[in-house]
T-cell receptor, first 112, second 111 residues
Framework: DAKTTQPNSMESNEEEPVHLPCNHS???????IHWYRQLPSQGPEYVIHGLTSNVNNRMASLAIAEDRKSSTLILHRATLRDAAVYYCILRDVRTSYDKVIFGPGTSLSVIP | AAGVIQSPRHLIKEKRETATLKCYPI?????VYWYQQGPGQDPQFLIS???????DKGSIPDRFSAQQFSDYHSELNMSSLELGDSALYFCASSPMAGELFFGEGSRLTVL
């Protein structure tokens, strides 16, 4: 399985943008980049995913490097509710019903 | 909208007892996943089912078994419980090639 590397932790001030990086240098052409987050005492929650082009949704934006070896999850205005562990995961579209492996992710702290 | 339903939400068992957790996926989702999450740890993949057949297996102990039934609900059976089995157990479902939707989890405490 292609691996991802994320910083263990990051801090952000409330209402400021947050850029969460992920390295995936061994990504294959059929791997989608998925992001999930897990708030304290809750199950993981889907955030966003993409293949090659940058993606936006109501929760976040995903910026994918041209060579696809790295990506960045962007939270445009961090709120206290965004404090969570963020996981960057690669999923091969050919075997998308197979296991999804979490971690280690980035623990994001938001400072009021 | 309907979400993934897990039951029971909390379960307390003694060592060497048996526990069964249930998961009801979102309608029309054809894949179910089970995860175990110990305190301060990341969710660990246990097992998954696609169209009622086991599709992948992770670090699931031999004491654990799971199946998916004709109505697509799934059950995780855990026997000879050990203290180390105390954890949050999450079930997730997804449509083919789609994102995972997680339930609220079942907290198992083994005394």
């Amino acid at each position: 399985d292609a691996k991802t590397t994320q910083p263990n932790s990051m801090e952000s001030n409330e209402e400021e943008p947050v850029h969460l990086p992920c390295n995936h240098s061994t990504i294959s052409g059929t791997d989608y980049i998925h992001w999930y987050r897990q708030l304290p005492s809750q199950g993981p929650e889907y955030v966003i995913h993409g293949l090659t082009s940058n993606v936006n949704n109501r929760m976040a934006s995903l910026a994918i490097a041209e060579d696809r070896k790295s990506s960045t999850l962007i939270l445009h205005r961090a709120t206290l509710r965004d404090a969570a562990v963020y996981y960057c995961i690669l999923r091969d579209v050919r075997t998308s019903y197979d296991k999804v492996i979490f971690g280690p992710g980035t623990s994001l702290s938001v400072i009021p | 909208a309907a979400g993934v339903i897990q039951s029971p939400r909390h379960l307390i068992k003694e060592k060497r007892e048996t526990a069964t957790l249930k998961c009801y996926p979102i309608p029309r989702h054809d894949t179910v996943y089970w995860y175990q999450q110990g305190p301060g740890q990341d969710p660990q993949f246990l097992i998954s089912f696609y169209e009622k057949m086991q599709s992948d297996k992770g670090s699931i102990p031999d004491r654990f078994s799971a199946q998916q039934f004709s109505d697509y609900h799934s059950e995780l059976n855990m026997s000879s419980l050990e203290l180390g089995d105390s954890a949050l157990y999450f079930c997730a479902s997804s449509p083919m090639a789609g994102e995972l939707f997680f339930g609220e989890g079942s907290r198992l405490t083994v005394l």
